[in-house]
C-alpha cells in the first residue's frame, strides 16, 4: 500500500528548475567608468553638489506595483547606509500607495524631495486619476492628500487644495517607474495609454522626465548573481530599448535598477547601489537644469 506512493513520489522528484544563464554582451552598451567603491563616491559627490536655489519636487508615477516605493526606500538605503523601510510596499492588484505622500533625508537627499503617488490600473475607474496630473503638476496637491481614483481633487477641498501655489511648490520633474519585466511580456495597452496621457501634460509645462524600469534582478538572472552585470545583460538592454519605444523616452533618460526588496536585500552593497545612484544623479540634474532655464528666462 505504502509502497506505491512512496515509488511515486520518489519518481515524481524532479531539481528545481535552473533557467540558463542569460547573455552579456562583450562590452558594455552604457559607458561608465569602472564599477568599484571611488565611482560609488564619486556620484554621491555629484549628486550632493546640486544645490538648488530651494528644494525642488520629484514625483514617482507608475502602474500599481512597478516599485514607486521601494524606489523611494532604496534610495533612502543608499543616502542612510543602511536598509531603509520608510514607503509601504507590497505585491498585489491594488495600489499599496494610496495617499500624496513626500520623503528626503539629511545627506544624499538633502536639497531635494522624492514624493510617491497611487498607482496606475489598467481599469478607468481605478487607481491614480489622470486628471489629477495637472493639479499635482501646479503644485496644487498637499502633502498627505488621500487620492480618490474616481474623482480628481477641486479647489473644494479645503484641507489638500494649495489655493495659491509658487514655482517651488510645482513639480519639477517626473519619474516614470516600470517594471522591467513587463517590457519583455508586453505592458497592458491600457497603463501605455494612462501614461501617455501623463506624458502630454508633462510635455505641455516642460517638465523634465526619466524613466526607472526596477527588478532587474527578476528579468535577468545574471545580475541578480552579480549586479555589475547590469549595462552588459542583453535582456536589460533590450527592455531599455522596448521601454525607449512604448514610451517614447530616449534610451539615456531610461535606468534598469535592483531596489532593495528581494529576501538577499540586507546589507547595502556598492554594486547595488552604482545604478541606483546614476539614476539619482541625472534626475537630480535634470531637476536643477529646469530650475535654472526657468531663473535664467526671467
Ligand atoms: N525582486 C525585486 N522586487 C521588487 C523590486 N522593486 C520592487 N519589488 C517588489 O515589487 C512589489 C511592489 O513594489 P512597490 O514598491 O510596493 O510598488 P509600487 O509601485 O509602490 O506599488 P503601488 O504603491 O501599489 O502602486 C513589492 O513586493 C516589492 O518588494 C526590485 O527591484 N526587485
Ligand atoms: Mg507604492
Not at 23 to 48: A, G, H, Q, V, Y
Not at 122 to 149: C, R
Amino acid at each position: 500500500m505504502g509502497n506505491s506512493s512512496s515509488s511515486d513520489s520518489d519518481s515524481d522528484y524532479s531539481p528545481a528548475y535552473v533557467p540558463p544563464p542569460s547573455p552579456l554582451t562583450s562590452n558594455p552598451w552604457r559607458t561608465t567608468p569602472e564599477w568599484n567603491k571611488e565611482f560609488e563616491s564619486s556620484l554621491r559627490k555629484d549628486i550632493k553638489a546640486i544645490e538648488p536655489p530651494f528644494k525642488p519636487n520629484i514625483v514617482l508615477v507608475g502602474p500599481v506595483g512597478a516599485g514607486k516605493s521601494s524606489y523611494i526606500n532604496a534610495t533612502l538605503s543608499v543616502a542612510k547606509g543602511h536598509k531603509v523601510d520608510m514607503a509601504y510596499t507590497e505585491s498585489g492588484s491594488k495600489s499599496c500607495t494610496t495617499s500624496y505622500d513626500r520623503y528626503t533625508d539629511k545627506t544624499l537627499l538633502q536639497n531635494f524631495r522624492l514624493i510617491d503617488c497611487m498607482g496606475l490600473e489598467q481599469s478607468t475607474e481605478e487607481g491614480f486619476n489622470v486628471a489629477d496630473m495637472v493639479s499635482l503638476l501646479k503644485g496644487h496637491i498637499k502633502n498627505g492628500y488621500q487620492f480618490n481614483p474616481r474623482s480628481p481633487i477641486s479647489s473644494e477641498n479645503k484641507d489638500h487644495w494649495h489655493v495659491n501655489p509658487t514655482f517651488e511648490d510645482h513639480i519639477h520633474c517626473v519619474v516614470f517607474v516600470v517594471d522591467a519585466n513587463v517590457m519583455h511580456i508586453g505592458i497592458p495597452p491600457a497603463y501605455v495609454g494612462k501614461i501617455r496621457q501623463i506624458q502630454d501634460a508633462v510635455k505641455r509645462l516642460r517638465v523634465p522626465r526619466v524613466l526607472i524600469l526596477t527588478k532587474a534582478d527578476e528579468l535577468c538572472y545574471t545580475v541578480r548573481d552579480d549586479n555589475t552585470n547590469m549595462f552588459r545583460s542583453v535582456k536589460v538592454k533590450e527592455a531599455v530599448k522596448t521601454a525607449s519605444e512604448v514610451f517614447r523616452i530616449p534610451e539615456a533618460s531610461i535606468h534598469p535598477v535592483t531596489n532593495y526588496e528581494d529576501a538577499d536585500a540586507i546589507e547595502i552593497s556598492w554594486k547595488r547601489n552604482i545604478p541606483l545612484l546614476i539614476a539619482l544623479r541625472q534626475i537630480t540634474q535634470y531637476t536643477n537644469d529646469r530650475i535654472e532655464a526657468l531663473n535664467d528666462s526671467d
